[in-house]
């Protein structure tokens, strides 16, 4: 009786992988149950630990063409580099979170943290002088290193510069004599020509050498310290850290939202005390006119919300859900189109010119003509009434929904309708011939027929179709939002690609990671939609 | 317009009477969006924010990146954005119907100077060539388009045309290069009511690239040269693929280069949120230009943390700090002081001039940008339309109540012209209320 719930367990487990298409973790889970070790073992070897290792040698080879390969737009991260950027890009989106809390703390708890950030900030002020300090060490050192390398070469190039100058007079000097001589008809003309020639070809060759002592050293210029990296880095964050507790200090205190509301009511306390004994009847007016203002910034205090920076994050939910919205937007339209087009061959006809001009225009254009068509539909995007009823809404009110968002979302949708259309047509057309027949012998009605023959017979190719649209939409979303500015994994690789620092390109390569990742499993997601509702017992591909 | 003009004299008078004790603005709005792009320019904006300057106004503003000027102008217009950070030309070009057709107004200039023209290597050297005295470490100052002219010459004779990038059709950056290659004879273009690249006549193309690709554009070798403003002028010399001739302070000295700009239908609609945006920026500014007793700009260094910050400018912090500090790297081995590169504060350079709006106005007059000549009345017109200086000297009204400007810190009297001033490259004397004089006074361009 054990053994067999324990089966169950295992093959419920195993069900699982196999639908999800995790397969090559089956031996685990059987080893793990106790089935025949020794083949497991095998099969973990070559479906696991193979792949695992070639996965860890790119890697390595990654990091050790990195910094091989030169390019002028700075150093290609290596890994270590990217994950630095991803902690980086995590502190950012951990401070925000600080801040925010700094802005809302009250009473007692303020006061404490406030403290203790004082004393934090005392702490880094000594520790930025040093690091300041050590910086200007090691430029000197680097100064000093360099002078030593480049002082010779200076040397020879101002001696070669004069050796050549005089050369030059001197080519030049016995080019006058020789062109006189030709005008007296002395000597040949092609002997003037030739010296000219030769002047030429000779100063042409002295350049080169100069340039190329002046490229040394500025070889040599370029040449980086490690040490004084080394401190720079350091220095720049403790000098971050610095300020980011100074920026704290400030949100504890002046900038707190419950300082200001103190400060605000304490004001209208003392207008309606002043108020009760005013002396006239002007002045009463005059105070109690400012009295209400005062409380209306109470008022608008109260309501105040922190406005955060944008975080990876924030913007990477945003894509989310972006890719969702256009994903369905096109399914909503390329299923019932494609169900028409694979039962009407005239409508199939209708369709075809449409599809096969517009499927292979580039997301760029589309957007442009959304971001025209769907402009026209906000006039007033902050009074906008559906903008309204979504921001309100709970959960999606946080990703402030605009008309880029729409503009992306619409754009992901025109491309990705193509594939979802076209399987779905492909499914309904090729239908088994003995289905329709026994609907023809049952007589059933029109739609019937639809949701209990066509339907469920297409619905493995549907689902192929919009599995395709879905890798299509992720793939075109990035390109959207960075083209349109609206927030998300695309306006974030597209301002990091405008930052130009030198992490710039460690985020890059850290976004190229997180949309494959996603991608990976919304991909995942629909194929196992797909698994559920496919009758074959095929496994899942790549 | 003259009705929108009305309207805000009313009620900053209106406002005048009832909040002489320095209390809080009534405002329209609390929660406002401003745009920017990635440049250094931007600081004012992004310290009132961060310092607190505009959540002392009682305003929760966000500031948000934009991927070009022209996407930032639309969002304007559409109302996504509040107000923005904006070349100068944009709110005239927009007001008078060249590019994007609207209304956009200005209460608040964000800097003065900031950009650089870089040439390509193979370029200096040719300039070298032709003019030996450039062949130095640090060759003298200004340098001129004339040593630039044969190569260009060179270049015709074989059927090309020199290709050069700037920022944007009404940009500083396209006026100050074609000022620059004009002065020395060089004729780069004129944009016609069909051609609204420029290209018609020009010696040299002047293209459109965004400031982030200038340096990858210049690299691969589509352009020979470029106009933009920081870091990307150091960030050429940084990784050695260019060399910075000049800077927009040797073209003209102190001339004006963005400014922020909304919405004039906004500007109606929030009149009171629109001075309280302006005392924060004022404030900025001034916190920026803060000098010790040794006039060494003290806040500076705390700007460039902030503005290096991802989601602001974002660039390395070393980088920023060149220009931002007061330093200019013409090439690595030619630091040189440049303590006005960015002035936001210093002369008055806040206010917004009319005499501002003239320039820009005969630069596209000159370039053929205003298709039809125009009566000096009409440039004395547009430049009243689209600056607001009501708004600002009411800002700095409340800012002297409350002791956070002096007295001398606004010009209070002007008429919002600036007095006639020969600082510019070619010594030509730009008179500001002799808009006509002033075009006819250049041998290339348009003359009226």
């Known amino acids: ?542 | 317009m003259t009705d929108l003009k009305k309207w805000i004299t009313t009620a900053s008078a209106a406002l005048a009477l009832s909040s002489l004790n320095g209390e809080m603005l009534d405002l329209e709005k609390d929660e406002l969006k401003f745009g920017f792009i990635k440049l250094t320019d931007c600081a004012p904006i992004v310290i009132a924010k961060e310092k607190g300057f505009f959540e002392d106004e009682g305003l929760q503003v966000e500031v948000i990146a934009q991927p070009n000027w022209k996407q930032l102008l639309d969002n304007v217009i559409n109302g996504e954005l509040d107000g923005a950070h904006m070349l100068s030309g944009q709110p005239i070009a927009a007001t008078i119907g060249f590019g994007t057709e609207a209304h956009i107004v200005t209460a608040y200039t964000l800097d003065l100077n900031g950009n650089g023209i870089t040439v390509s290597n193979a370029i200096w050297e040719g300039m070298q060539e032709n003019d030996p005295a450039l062949d130095t470490d640090t060759p003298a100052h200004p340098i001129t388009a004339d040593s630039l002219k044969p190569i260009v010459e060179e270049k015709l004779e074989e059927g090309e045309k020199l290709q050069m990038g700037m920022v944007f059709p009404v940009s500083t950056h396209n006026y100050e290069i074609r000022y620059w290659l004009a002065a020395a004879g060089i004729h780069p273009g004129f944009y016609t009511s069909e051609d609204k690249k420029g290209f018609t006549n020009a010696q040299v193309e002047l293209s459109v690239t965004p400031p982030p690709q200038m340096p990858a554009t210049l690299e691969s070798g589509n352009i020979s040269g470029y106009c933009v403003g920081e870091p990307w002028n150091q960030q050429a010399v940084a990784k050695g693929i260019g060399v910075p001739v000049t800077t927009n302070y040797d073209i003209w000295k102190n001339n004006p280069e963005k400014v922020f700009g909304v919405n004039a239908k906004w500007a109606k609609e929030n009149p009171n949120t629109h001075i309280a945006v302006v005392k924060a920026l004022i404030r900025a500014g001034k916190w920026l230009d803060e000098t010790d007793s040794d006039g060494v700009l003290i806040n500076r260094e705390e700007a460039v943390r902030i503005l290096s910050q991802p989601n602001y400018v974002g660039a390395d912090f070393d980088v920023i700090k060149n220009s931002m500090t007061g330093y200019f790297y013409f090439q690595k081995t030619d630091k040189r002081e440049m303590p006005d590169f960015n002035v936001f504060f210093k002369y008055h350079s806040t206010y917004p001039w009319y005499s501002d709006g003239v320039w820009f106005l005969t630069q596209m007059r000159r370039w053929g940008q205003i298709t039809e000549p125009k009566p000096a009345e009409w440039y004395d017109k547009v430049a009243k339309e689209v600056y607001l200086p009501e708004v600002y000297l009411e800002a700095a009204k409340h800012l002297l109540e409350e002791g956070h400007i002096s007295e001398e810190d606004i010009p209070w009297d002007t008429d919002g012209y600036k007095p006639a001033t020969d600082e510019f490259i070619d010594g030509i004397l730009f008179d500001p209320k002799d808009p006509i004089g002033y075009l006819n006074s250049h041998t290339i361009g348009n003359k009226d």
Request: charged share 25%; aromatic share 10%; with cysteine.
């Open chain 1, 1 to 542: 009786m054990a053994e067999s719930t324990k089966d169950k367990i295992k093959y419920r487990i195993l069900k699982a992988l196999d639908v999800s298409g995790f397969t090559a973790f089956d031996p685990v889970i059987r080893l793990f149950f106790g089935e025949e070790p020794q083949k497991q073992f095998a099969a973990i070897v070559k479906y696991l630990v193979i792949p695992a290792i070639f996965v860890l040698s790119c890697v390595w080879f990654w990091s050790w063409i990195g910094p091989r390969h030169k390019t002028k737009s700075g150093e290609v991260p290596t890994p270590d580099v990217v994950w630095e950027s991803v902690q980086i890009n995590d502190t950012i989106a951990d401070r925000e979170k600080v801040k925010q809390s700094d802005f809302q703390l009250k009473g007692a708890e303020r006061e404490a943290a406030l403290e203790a950030v004082a004393k934090e900030y005392a702490v880094l002020t000594e520790e930025v002088e040093a690091a300041k300090a050590l910086v200007a060490e090691r430029e000197a050192e680097k100064k000093a290193r360099e002078e030593k390398l480049i002082a010779p070469l200076e040397e020879k190039y101002d001696a070669l510069k004069s050796e050549y100058r005089d050369a030059a007079k001197a080519r030049d000097a016995e080019i006058a004599r020789i062109s006189e001589a030709v005008s007296s008809g002395d000597e040949p003309a092609s002997a003037l020509i030739a010296a000219i020639r030769e002047d030429g070809i000779a100063s042409d060759k002295e350049r080169d050498v100069l340039n190329g002592y002046k490229a040394q050293i500025d070889e040599i210029r370029s040449q980086k310290y490690k040490p004084l990296d080394l401190a720079r880095k350091r220095y720049d964050s403790v000098a971050d850290k610095q300020f980011f507790m100074k920026t704290r200090l400030e949100f504890l205190d002046d900038r707190n939202l419950y300082v200001k509301l103190d400060e605000a009511q304490a004001e209208l306390n003392e207008y309606m005390a002043e108020l009760s004994s005013a002396g006239s009847a002007k002045d009463a007016l005059k105070i109690a006119k400012r009295a209400v203002r005062a409380e209306e910034s109470v008022a608008r205090l109260e309501g105040q919300e922190y406005a955060s920076a944008v975080t990876i994050y924030h913007q990477t939910k945003r894509s989310i859900f972006t890719v969702f919205v256009g994903f369905f937007m096109a399914a909503f339209v390329a299923i019932p189109v494609g169900i028409m087009c694979g039962l009407n061959k005239i409508f199939m006809a209708c369709m075809t010119p449409i599809i096969s001009v517009f499927k292979p225009v580039s997301p760029v254009v589309w957007l442009l003509i959304f971001q025209i068509v769907v402009g026209a539909f906000f006039p007033d995007p902050e009074n906008h009434v559906l903008l309204n009823f979504l921001n309100n809404l709970p959960l999606i009110s946080s990703l402030e929904i605009n008309p880029a968002l729409i503009f992306s979302a619409c754009t992901v949708a025109m491309c990705a309708v193509w594939p979802a259309l076209v399987n779905t047509a492909l499914g309904v057309a090729s239908i088994d011939q003995d289905h329709v027949n026994v609907a023809r012998v049952l007589r059933l009605g029109f739609w019937s027929r639809l949701f209990k023959i066509v339907i469920p017979s297409a619905l493995p190719l549907v689902f192929a179709g919009l599995r395709i649209s879905l890798g299509v939409g992720w793939m075109v979303l990035i390109a959207a939002e960075a083209l349109s500015s609206s927030d998300g994994l695309g306006k974030f690789v597209w301002d990091e690609y405008q930052n130009g620092s030198s992490l710039t390109f460690a985020n890059i390569i850290m976004v190229c990671f997180v949309v494959g990742i996603i991608g990976f499993f919304l991909d995942r997601m629909m194929i196992i939609l797909q698994r559920f509702v496919s009758f074959d017992g095929r496994g899942t591909s790549v």
